[in-house]
């Protein structure tokens, strides 16, 4: 086999697996739309992700009490919102 043979086989492999990589799915628009639900519990999540996070803060000593107590109502008052929000959606379906 010639250098130019190989090099030929070579260039044909790339851009067969270029193509293969980056070739689009054929049900790209498929994906279902979030709905306002999907976004609730998102965020719900990271307020709880962050509640704990808090708690862990608190107890290695990085918040003093008052800071500490502010920022958990401020997140347990988000949460509980977020919460009758998704209770009001699920009732309305």
Request: aromatic share 12%.
């Amino acid at each position: 086999m010639t250098s130019n043979v190989g090099m030929l086989l070579g260039a044909i492999l790339a851009l067969a697996l270029f193509l293969y990589t980056f070739w689009p799915d054929e049900n790209m628009a498929v994906h279902r739309e979030k709905t306002r639900l999907d976004f609730l519990e998102e965020w719900k999540d990271q307020l709880y992700t962050n509640l704990r996070d808090l708690n862990f803060e608190y107890q290695a000593g990085k918040y003093p009490l008052e800071d500490y107590t502010v920022q958990r109502t401020l997140l347990e008052n988000e949460a509980a919102a977020v919460l009758a929000e998704m209770d009001t959606l699920r009732l309305a379906r």
